[in-house]
Nanobody, 115 residues
Framework: QMQLVESGGGLVQPGGSLRLSCAAS????????MGWYRQAPGKERELVAR???????DYADSVKGRFTISRDNAKNTVYLQMNSLKPEDTAVYYC?????????WGQGTQVTVSS
């Protein structure tokens, strides 16, 4: 089964930036869409951003203009550049990848925005 490993989370002050990375391995089928989701305490997991293999991206309204998703198909890696971070962006961020074999999830990385 495909394995996804996230990195880049941490503690940042409001207005700061972080870049998340997610590398896929043990790939049996071509990866189609890759995305980032997040889950804050007491809330449901929500889509943050998603990008297709062709580079078409979608964003949650709450992050448009602040976050940018990108991917390197040769490295099977997806990135999330997060700028102008707000306390309400605090959550565990999960990487997701879709292929003919199904949907795979990473273990999550904590992002905390606090002064």
């Amino acid at each position: 089964q495909m394995q996804l490993v996230e990195s880049g989370g941490g503690l940042v002050q409001p207005g700061g930036s972080l870049r998340l990375s997610c590398a896929a391995s043990r790939i049996s089928f071509r990866i189609n869409a890759m995305g980032w989701y997040r889950q804050a305490p007491g809330k449901e997991r929500e889509l943050v951003a998603r990008i297709t293999s062709g580079g078409s991206a979608d964003y949650a309204d709450s992050v448009k203009g602040r976050f940018t998703i990108s991917r390197d198909n040769a490295k099977n890696t997806v990135y999330l550049q997060m700028n102008s971070l707000k306390p309400e962006d605090t959550a565990v961020y999960y990487c997701n990848a879709e292929s003919r074999g199904g949907s795979s999830w990473g273990q999550g990385t904590q992002v905390t925005v606090s002064s």
